[in-house]
């Protein structure tokens, strides 16, 4: 564990219901076809994750205060603050409603209630956590469930019955089957998280003190990436494993009742109740950390006080909050609501990608430790790949194509 840091947060971030439903989702109608979209999320999240990382730790400062002086001109400054601000801001509340409607699935399957009361529950507990500054002991508990949850399932993968040869194809074949473009964007959007980008920048500079040569803080720092992100694709890849077993394979019906199913090989009869306890953890401890993220980013790029005592700080976090809850609320399909939510995600990922380059390549903020040109390939690739699937699907909704 010595050689893990922030780069968990980044795992703990992107391991959460909408992660467990969406690939789920894409096991169980796609089989192992969509796991390509899995492996390009997890190399794209490693690029962008590192660059991030480096921003911080070489200027000490977070991504959201770079880019309010990434341009010259002031208007640009005003404009790309404006942008990002928005992209954050709609961005987290979409992914508050997969957060909390994944939580309130778990907890309908325990209870008679229905998801939608659920959703006001959680979305109601979540905002008490936050305002009253007791989320801290909770999330750590919550933490622990995700991971055993986890463990779980890579368990689980190997007790299964998987065919082998399908699952290296679907990793290194990409193919796009009929109606899975949306599931596509979802894993995407699932993985590659934009407020981590804004996450990661700060939290490296509070566990590489100043004391730390920069040279030996980035290399510990991109192996605790690679080690970080590398172990949450193997558990993603684990959850389609399993579905696709379970459902893909059996032509069992998938639902969000029958989600726990894929775990009955390990766990047998107990598989519904851990299952949900795992889900409900691991909607909460996001749906408490999406707000805060969201804050983090929110108010550095406007310049106002991180901290918890300010009030638009604790505007910020009520706000995307309030705004994920009703929507999960709303929800008369929750799974369709979280992929949907993840597939929000992804739309925005490119723009706030491109943000985050411009700034990568300043000489005047990063000197030697800008942007090579290996950095910038890999980089425009992903923005490349992510809006091409992102367009693709508006011009299929728009029946252009």
């Not at 894409?26 to 899995?38: D, E, V």
């Not at 779980?152 to 194809?169: G, P, Q, R, S, Y």
Request: with cysteine; aromatic share 8%; charged share 10%.
């Amino acid at each position: 564990m010595k050689q893990f840091g922030p780069g968990l947060l980044v795992t703990a971030a992107f391991i959460g219901p909408g992660t467990i439903t969406t690939a789920s989702t894409a096991g169980a109608n796609f089989g192992f076809t969509l796991l390509w979209a899995l492996l390009f999320s997890v190399l794209a999240t490693w690029v962008l994750q590192e660059m991030a990382a480096r921003l911080g730790l070489v200027t000490g400062e977070g991504l959201s205060q770079a880019l309010r002086t990434a341009f010259q001109h002031p208007a640009l400054n005003l404009a790309t603050v404006i942008l990002v601000v928005a992209a954050i801001g709609i961005g987290n509340a979409a992914y508050e409603a997969g957060n909390i409607a994944g939580a309130a699935i778990g907890a309908e399957s325990l209870t008679d209630i229905p998801a939608s009361i659920w959703a006001l529950i959680i979305g109601g507990i979540a905002g008490f956590l936050l305002l009253t500054g007791r989320y801290a002991l909770m999330q750590n508990v919550l933490v622990v469930l995700v991971l055993l949850m986890s463990v779980v399932f890579l368990i689980t993968m190997f007790l299964v019955e998987i065919d082998f040869a399908a699952l290296l194809k679907g990793l290194f074949k990409p193919s796009l089957p009929t109606g899975s473009e949306l599931t596509v964007i979802a894993l995407i959007g699932t993985t590659v998280v934009p407020y981590n980008l804004f996450l990661h920048s700060t939290a490296v500079r509070e566990h590489w003190s100043g004391d730390v040569p920069i040279n030996v803080a980035l290399k510990q720092s991109r192996w605790d990436t690679g080690l970080s992100i590398g172990l949450g694709g193997l558990i993603t890849l684990a959850i389609v494993s399993t579905s696709a077993a379970t459902f893909f394979q059996t032509g069992a019906e998938f639902s969000a009742s029958a989600l726990a199913n894929q775990l009955e090989p390990l766990l047998g009869s107990s598989a519904k109740v851990c299952f949900a306890i795992g889900l409900l953890a691991a909607g909460l401890t996001s749906a408490i950390t999406a707000p805060l993220a969201a804050a983090y980013a929110v108010c550095g790029a406007m310049a106002w006080p991180i901290r918890f005592d300010d009030w638009r700080f604790r505007g910020v976090c009520i706000s995307v909050l309030l705004i994920g809850t009703l929507f999960a609320a709303l929800g008369s399909k929750p799974l369709a609501a979280i992929i949907f939510a993840q597939a929000a995600n992804g739309f925005l990922l490119p723009l706030v990608a491109v943000f985050l380059l411009v700034v990568m390549n300043r000489t005047s903020l990063l000197g030697v430790y800008r942007n090579g040109w290996a950095a910038n390939i890999l980089g425009l690739l992903v923005v490349a790949i992510a809006a091409g699937l992102g367009i693709f699907k508006l011009m299929q909704v728009a029946s252009l194509v």
